[in-house]
Nanobody, 128 residues
Framework: QVQLVESGGGSVQAGGTMRLSCVYS????????ISWFREVPGQEREGVAR????????LYADSVKGRFTVSLDDSKSALYLQMNSLRSEDTGMYYC?????????????????????WGRGTQVTVSA
């Protein structure tokens, strides 16, 4: 059974940093496809970054490029999202989603409907 647990959210001032964790269990040793999303009430869930263990590559949304970095620590079964130079528009509930329906990994950030497993999210609030 796959489980994803996000943590590390909180409140920070604009310009600050925060690191989110997505601790996973039950994912395959190879072929991990894990993405970070964020959601603001009344808006669609927005893709932030997509990690593929097969390619080792991470894709980022244009809005976070150069500020956010994803890293994987398989020994801790965790995917991290390091967020620097935070802005008020980064505020939202952050979720990690894993495992694309049908296998593989999407070729772009986003597409929440293709992911099978989700955590409950962690709230990030950035004040101006």
């Amino acid at each position: 059974q796959v489980q994803l647990v996000e943590s590390g959210g909180g409140s920070v001032q604009a310009g600050g940093t925060m690191r989110l964790s997505c601790v996973y269990s039950g994912l395959p040793v190879r072929g991990k496809c894990i993405s970070w999303f964020r959601e603001v009430p009344g808006q669609e869930r927005e893709g932030v970054a997509r990690f593929s263990s097969d390619s080792g590559h991470t894709l980022y949304a244009d809005s976070v490029k150069g500020r956010f970095t994803v890293s994987l620590d398989d020994s801790k079964s965790a995917l991290y999202l390091q967020m620097n130079s935070l802005r008020s528009e980064d505020t939202g509930m952050y979720y990690c989603g894993a495992s694309r329906r049908g296998g593989g990994c999407p070729g772009r950030v986003g597409l929440p409907d293709v992911y099978i497993h989700w955590g409950r999210g962690t709230q990030v609030t950035v004040s101006a």
